[in-house]
């Protein structure tokens, strides 16, 4: 998308809700979504992802997978705050442990799941009552209001094998 539009208000949040309804709406359930060229993260990506699988190839921002009901969202780069914001359902996976993810991680999350593999910011699982966060890397804080939902850390040794489990809330 030419640089021209990508610096209006609001291009990269009204960017993602659409991308995000053509991909519930097309008939192809696997989707690759490139934004290594892209000045500014787009936000809203996976919006009411059902039953899709989204491969996203570089960094994204804020609210992707939010409500969120089943499929997949696989993030190859980093992702802004409140990925997976009230998801419900499906799974979301950043598998690069160098690959890091912001703040309110599963904020207010009811269903699905959700690894990690790299550094989380602050207030995970902020008002989270379901689903699963998985943890393979550092996390900077969880959140005290947590309810019903799981959230795990993997503890892994040097050579990145997992030693063992901690569930945390």
Request: with cysteine; aromatic share 8%.
């Amino acid at each position: 998308i030419s640089s021209d539009f990508q610096n209006l208000g609001y291009f990269s949040w009204n960017l993602g809700l659409f991308l995000s309804a053509l991909i519930n709406h097309c008939d192809d359930n696997e989707i690759a979504v490139i934004t290594r060229n892209h000045e500014r993260p787009i936000h809203n990506l996976g919006y009411e992802n059902k039953n899709k699988t989204i491969i996203i190839n570089g960094n994204v921002g804020d609210l992707v997978g939010r409500h969120m009901c089943s499929g997949k969202i696989i993030i190859q780069g980093n992702a802004g705050s409140q990925l997976g914001e009230f998801m419900s359902g499906g799974e979301i996976v950043v598998p690069n442990p160098k690959s890091s993810v912001q703040n309110y991680l599963g904020c207010d999350m009811t269903g699905g799941k959700i690894n990690v593999y790299g550094p989380v910011g602050y207030h995970v699982g902020a008002r989270m009552i379901g689903g699963e966060i998985h943890l393979h890397g550092n996390y900077r804080s969880l959140c005290s209001s947590t309810g019903y939902g799981k959230i795990i850390q993997h503890i892994v040794n040097d050579q990145g094998i997992e030693i063992g489990r901690l569930k945390l809330v």
